[in-house]
């Protein structure tokens, strides 16, 4: 789960930094996908570098929690580009493609890591058999 771990948080990084540059440098809320993948990377790291399941456990619950926040904050911008799809005008476009991507990528992270969670229980549980 590290690898995918540091590939979210690396997209996530390159997200921002191609937003703030593509709206010109206006605003710095351009570059909220790249704190949260700076946060994200760090947790990975830490995770791949420890050799204690009991904190590697820990770590990465956070980093699932950080993409859950994520996803929680930006997921109106998939409601917005579905707007602008439909022809209507929102307030601030390239902030809802921004804000829209940023959940998909969040959202991607937490099935992986849902999955992969539920696969090392049933691994470590005994499971009885009747």
Known sequence: MIKETLTT???LTLLGIIGYFATGM?????????FFG???F???FIGGMTSSEK???HIMHTGVLL???GFIFTARGILNVLTMLSGAEV???AAAIEQSIMALICLTYLVLSIRWF???RRKKSPRMII
């Open 9 to 11: 948080a690396i997209l």
């Open 26 to 34: 206006a605003s710095i809320t351009a570059l909220i996908p790249t």
């Open 38 to 40: 700076i946060v994200l």
């Open 42 to 44: 760090i947790c990975g």
């Open 55 to 57: 904190a590697k456990k």
């Open 67 to 69: 993409a859950l926040v």
């Open 91 to 93: 307030g601030r476009p």
């Open 118 to 120: 539920i696969s090392n």
